[in-house]
């Protein structure tokens, strides 16, 4: 069945499908085939990329932009780490760290420096995987 959308000045076809009443092993009784209408719609009332306006689009772009960015910027970081690990050797390397006041703190043990590479490496790696999916679901369409 064919229905005319007014709004959006396009036709729609539209599935019925029946319900029935189905009881599986564990005695409760469900409905099968209202969850797939319902699956259906949704997808037929999704918009298409066609749909969206320059701005919408220039907007989601932008989104894509900052992603991008942010993978750039962690891998650089992934590189700097794997240069400061083969030219480490054990003897000259240390870690500073500041306070908001001024002070500081120096580390040089060795067994400290390595435990805290490992945390920022698996830190790093996590940051750079979540941005990667974030890049590989993007979608013009607003929803990622």
């Known amino acids: 069945m064919e229905v005319f959308n007014v709004s959006q000045n396009k036709k729609t076809s539209v599935m019925a499908t029946q319900t029935k009443t189905v009881a599986p092993k564990n005695g409760v009784a469900t409905q099968k085939g209202a969850t797939n209408v319902a699956k259906k719609s949704e997808a037929l009332n999704k918009r298409l990329p066609t749909d969206f306006t320059v701005q919408e689009r220039i907007s989601r772009l932008e989104h894509l932009r ?5 993978y750039s910027a962690v891998k650089t970081k992934e590189n700097d780490m794997k240069t400061f690990l083969i030219e480490a050797d054990g003897s000259q390397e240390y870690v500073i760290f500041f306070s908001g006041h001024d002070e500081k703190m120096r580390i040089t043990n060795t067994s400290i ?3 805290l590479v490992q945390v920022i490496q698996s830190e790093m790696k996590s940051y ?3 941005v990667e999916n974030d890049i590989l679901s993007f979608s013009f369409d607003g929803e990622a």
């Open 66 to 70: 900052i992603l991008v960015q942010k």
């Open 113 to 115: 420096l390595k435990k």
């Open 128 to 130: 750079r995987e979540s």
